[in-house]
Nanobody, 124 residues
Framework: VQLQASGGGLVQAGGSLRLSCAAS????????MGWFRQAPGKEREFVAA????????LYADSVKGRFTISRDNAKNTVYLQMNSLKPEDTAVYYC??????????????????WGKGTQVTVSS
């Protein structure tokens, strides 16, 4: 599976962005998907995960209520809608495909494929 993330950019605090991650290659619908982010000088951290059917989701506490993960298996794409953005959301965002569960994804385990990141910058 090849993953290509897009949709990053510069936005003011309180604004919104929607990230997309397009998958190609093997059967997309067979994988759980996740979003991670890495800020300068910090370790990569979990943001959100969604099960293969889209019926289960999991969020980091820091984004709960502001971010929404979704997927469209017909389009082989997973999305991350980010609202009420804060300067501390500034990071490179990565999508990932996993043959594990949303719980293992949240722990950064059983990640089969990583996409290249997309930069999100939130100005204060």
């Amino acid at each position: 599976v090849q993953l290509q993330a897009s949709g990053g950019g510069l936005v003011q605090a309180g604004g919104s962005l929607r990230l997309s991650c397009a998958a190609s290659g093997r059967t997309f619908s067979g994988y759980g998907m996740g979003w991670f982010r890495q800020a300068p000088g910090k370790e990569r951290e979990f943001v959100a995960a969604i099960g293969w059917s889209g019926g289960s989701t999991l969020y980091a506490d820091s984004v709960k209520g502001r971010f929404t993960i979704s997927r469209d298996n017909a389009k082989n794409t997973v999305y991350l809608q980010m609202n009420s953005l804060k300067p501390e959301d500034t990071a490179v965002y990565y999508c990932a495909a996993s043959s594990g569960t949303i719980l293992t994804i949240s722990k950064g385990r059983i990640i089969d494929y990583w996409g290249k990141g997309t930069q999100v910058t939130v100005s204060s």
